[in-house]
């Protein structure tokens, strides 16, 4: 458990991806924070205020307060909570370890989850005048592609346990259950993911990753 003075707040919404993934990491390592909502749809958005804006100009989600030291980016943020707190740790102690462990999450942070990000769909509607139904197919097109090619990737590698790497949960874990949150909330059928699923599984069955969960937020509707 968090036995430091230090004062954590985290600007999250409840729907966001990235910011699930530092929430379950948060939790993981049993860090007590102050949850400080940023809706990213009401009133035009709130992380278009200019009070927000000053915090962090990419008017994104989820930013890290730690006693007036502010970070954005979720596995920047992850990363900086596992050095300060390394009894839960979030990648594993081997150089390949953790390079295995950055891969995984990297290729859904940065790969797989951008092309589903919200700003990103209301340019497609909103500039380019993409239907609604053209909007979902985009949606489960590149979530498939990503999701396909992670299955191959775990599924072939030996250090895959009950989770992503080995039998406990990491930063992979981390950015696979908002991922696969976001696959079921677009309709994706995740039935040829066999090994996503069994991850899944397991990870929904820790309960501070339970509690990471959109539907358990403060500012869930």
Same mark, same amino acid.
């Given at each position: 458990m968090n036995t430091s003075t230090s004062q954590l707040e985290l600007h999250?919404?409840?729907?966001?991806?990235?910011?699930?993934? &530092?929430?379950?990491?948060?939790?993981?390592?049993? =860090?007590?924070?102050?949850?400080v909502a940023v809706h990213l749809t009401r009133d035009g958005g709130m992380q278009f205020s200019p009070d927000y804006k000053a915090k962090n100009p990419q008017q994104l989600v989820p930013l890290l307060d730690d006693d007036g030291f502010q970070l954005s980016q979720s596995i920047a943020i992850i990363e900086y909570l596992d050095e300060k707190y390394p009894a839960v740790r979030m990648l594993p102690e081997s150089m390949q370890g953790r390079a295995r462990v950055r891969q995984i999450a990297l290729a859904i942070s940065c790969d797989i989850h951008p092309l589903q990000n919200l700003r990103v769909l209301k340019y497609l509607t909103a500039k380019l005048g993409v239907s609604e139904d053209d909007k979902t197919i985009w949606i489960q097109h590149w979530l498939n592609i990503g999701l396909e090619a =992670?299955?191959?990737?775990?599924?072939?590698?030996?250090?895959?346990?009950?989770? #992503?790497?080995?039998?406990?949960?990491?930063?992979?874990?981390c950015a696979l259950v908002?991922?696969?949150?976001?696959?079921?909330?677009f309709g994706v059928d995740t039935t040829p993911y066999p090994v996503l699923r069994e991850i899944?599984?397991? #990870?929904?069955? &820790?309960?501070?990753?339970?509690?990471?969960?959109?539907?358990?937020?403060i500012d869930s509707e």
């Open positions: 999250n919404y409840f729907r966001s991806s990235a910011a699930y993934r &530092v929430r379950i990491a948060m939790n993981l390592k049993g =860090l007590n924070y102050d949850y =992670l299955e191959a990737d775990l599924s072939r590698s030996p250090s895959r346990g009950k989770f #992503c790497f080995g039998d406990s949960p990491t930063m992979a874990d908002p991922q696969m949150f976001s696959a079921a909330r899944i599984e397991h #990870c929904e069955a &820790v309960p501070h990753i339970a509690a990471a969960h959109p539907s358990r937020q």
